[in-house]
């Protein structure tokens, strides 16, 4: 998630400096076509990071899911194992 962010930012640098760039240049650059693919491959990434976001999320609940029934069954072993087996009447 940390590079998904990282490379946002850096194409978001990178769009500005061309834009800043394209604005500077006393020769009219066409620069436009390279900030659109920028800014094309910026909401790829932001894509990218919500799916990963929402998968970890999922994962996160799912494993706070398990941890809880693995606490729930232990504790239902242990209460089990305090009675007396094999002994009828008791």
Known sequence: ????????E???SLATELC???EDQKVALDLDPYVKK???ARRRVVLVNNILQNAQERLRR???SVAKETVRRKAMLEAASGYPQGLPGK
């Not at 998630?1 to 946002?8: A, D, F, G, I, K």
């Open 1 to 8: 998630r940390e590079s998904q962010v990282e490379l946002r």
């Open 10 to 12: 850096h194409i978001d």
């Open 20 to 22: 800043r760039i394209n």
């Open 38 to 40: 920028l800014l094309n």
């Open 62 to 64: 799912l494993n706070h």
